[in-house]
């Protein structure tokens, strides 16, 4: 995990000390788990309802019933989201990159 | 057997075996032989970890499930799915960014204490080990069915491959292992899916309305509650599944073999939609299963329904199909427990013997020989013990293993990557609590205990009525590793500055030449 041999070593508190690093922290958290949070309860609601209630028992289109309906909604769900993070994370690899560069123009003052 | 089938596992041993022998002219350092090297592309690590993680559990386990239970078993479908963004977002990027070859080394990035490292080390064994004990067993029966040869005999030609595969051709053997079962095994779920749709003349509507009348449970096999009457214990489960696959030491290794955290980003969508389509197949491996082949057959080839996914193959296309199937069953099951015996060996030879036993003072050459053994070691232990465990159930042996990584590999994974103030006490509570809580909720649990004779372990009323105690032994996790922390002076802010830097930006990583 050592960096390269002519180059002093990483100082992570001083990147830890940068604004930009804190706010992207704070804001990529913020999303991760806020997420989360909400595909874990949508995902948990299926037994709970199922379990509890009759009412994804009821027929929606012919013979199929809500469960089924709310299961493919799990499925897009998963997909979409998936999805909704690459192009998330990609946005925060920018700023991640800017605030390295940030870094490296300070040490090299 | 007919000639057919033979051919077509001769075909699978000899192109696996094709292989293990190209693979091991590329694996001479403990990078290649850990993590190919690092030099996986995102889309063959997608392609790897579906291959890693749609085991016979998956293919022949739900299919049967569905087929048998109708909407329950499309319960593991959606858990075993939903888990992967639980990987993308929680665990993938910042496991990558800090870890070297295991789980251990991501944790000792931050807490360098051989207790630790000790700690994780023997929770990835279990899991390992119990994961592994429940394909072995699920081969050994399949084969023997398949082949007619007797179930030890079936075992140890398991147990003799996957060693094959992993002491010669190490990673990259086995994640091309994996690449190709995964490819096998989309082509022949597709193929059965197709006719089955076919069947139904390609009107979902049709095929819904048809499967009200083409089992004994009638309305209700389109409802959850065939199987699973108890809320909680659903409930439980269904937990254990979202949030297992985080913790699992095989899934978790396949993150390092990419080169940086974009790379194991492009490899978890790829997984996503890979697996996605299989578990939305798996409807009509099951409804198919449950029409065309029927209760009475499948229960008869086997108990657990496991058969109905080869069944279905035969009665949709013949001889040739089915053949194919089963192959694709051999090979699957193949590729996963080649992943699991190379995580085991790399708790065992590299954070067990190189980092705590030798201090980290081994040479290159010694990691290799050390990897090579722990494998021979990892895979004899469990062939032994599969060959003891013939009669436990599967289904229940996967679950436990999703139910332990939940409960003693997420808790500290998330509290190393996300909280300050946690340390090295916390660390090895959160591990133990977990571990033993599962281990020992599952002890007493149904699974383990029944008042009637021959349904379980044991004769005996069971303490707890949870079949899946995650819903208790993942919260024990969290909260052992919160009350653990609490409890010890010790923290270390500069060290988890530097982790969080690591994490979120992946600055060390780049430096790091594979």
Known sequence: MAGNQNQPPIDYDKIAELQSFKQLSKRKNKFLWTLTAIFLIIYLLLPILTSFTEILHQKAIGEITWVWIYSAGLFVMTWGLAHLYVSKANSYDKEAKAIIEEYERGVNK | ?514
Not at chain 2, 122 to 141: E, N, P, R, T, W
Not at chain 2, 228 to 247: E, K, P, Q, R, W
Not at chain 2, 452 to 464: C, M, Q, R, S, T
């Open chain 2, 1 to 514: 057997m007919s000639v057919t089938a033979v051919v077509m596992f001769l075909a699978i041993v000899g192109l696996t075996l094709a292989i293990t022998w190209w693979a091991s002219r590329r694996t001479s350092t403990a990078s290649d032989f850990y993590t190919a090297g690092g030099g996986l592309k995102g889309w063959q690590n997608g392609l790897a970890i579906s291959g890693d993680y749609l085991s016979a559990a998956s293919f022949l386990g739900i299919a049967g499930s569905i087929a048998l239970t109708g909407f329950d078993g499309f319960f593991f479908s959606l858990g075993y799915l939903v888990a992967y963004l639980v990987v993308l977002y929680i665990v993938a990027e910042p496991l990558r960014n800090l870890g070297k070859f295991t789980l251990a080394d991501m944790i000792s990035a931050r807490f360098d204490a051989k207790k630790v490292r000790g700690t994780a080390a023997l929770s990835s064994i279990v899991i390992v080990l119990f994961y592994m004990i429940a394909q072995l067993v699920g081969a050994g029966a399949l084969i023997q069915l398949l082949l007619g040869i007797d179930y030890w005999m079936a075992v140890l030609l398991v147990g003799f491959m996957m060693t094959i595969y992993v002491l010669f051709g190490g990673m990259t053997a086995t994640s091309w292992v994996q690449i190709i079962k995964a490819c096998l095994l989309m082509l022949g779920t597709v193929i059965i899916s197709f006719l089955v749709l076919a069947k139904f003349d390609f009107n979902i509507l049709t095929m819904f309305s048809e499967m009200t009348t083409a089992t004994d449970a009638g309305q209700a096999y389109l409802n959850p509650g065939l199987k699973y009457t108890n809320g909680i214990d659903t409930i439980s489960m269904l937990v254990a599944l979202v949030l297992g696959t985080a913790g699992l030491p095989h899934i978790l290794m396949r993150f390092f073999t990419v080169k940086d955290a974009q790379t194991a980003r492009s490899s978890v969508i790829w997984a996503t939609w890979i697996v996605g389509i299989f578990y939305v197949l798996t409807i009509f491996l099951g409804f198919g299963a449950a029409a065309f082949v029927g209760k009475e057959t499948i229960v008869e080839a086997n108990a657990a329904g496991n058969m109905a996914a080869p069944l279905l193959a035969q009665a949709l296309g013949g001889d040739i199909l089915f053949s194919f199937v089963c192959a694709v069953a051999f090979a699957t099951i193949l590729a996963v427990v080649a992943g699991l015996v190379l995580s085991g060996a790399s708790a065992l030879s590299h954070d067990i013997y190189g980092q705590i036993i030798k201090k980290d003072k081994v040479t290159e050459k010694e990691q290799v020989v050390a990897a090579r053994v722990g494998s021979i070691i990892i895979s004899v232990i469990s062939i032994v013990l599969a060959l003891g465990a013939q009669t436990l159930n599967v289904a229940f042996l996967v679950s436990l293993a999703f139910c332990i990584a939940a409960s003693a590999n997420l808790p500290v994974i998330i509290y190393t990557i996300y909280w300050k103030r946690f340390n090295t006490a916390g660390a090895v509570t959160a591990m133990l609590t977990g571990l033993i809580s599962a281990l020992v909720l599952v002890a007493v649990s149904p699974n383990v205990w029944n008042p009637e004779a021959g349904k379980a372990i044991f004769v005996g009323d069971p303490l707890i009525f949870l079949t899946n105690p995650a819903i208790v032994s993942v919260p024990l996790g969290f909260l052992g590793g919160w009350i653990g922390t609490l409890l010890s002076k010790e923290t270390d802010e500069a060290k988890y500055r530097e982790v969080d830097v690591k994490a979120q930006t992946g600055i060390s990583v780049q430096d790091v030449s594979h």
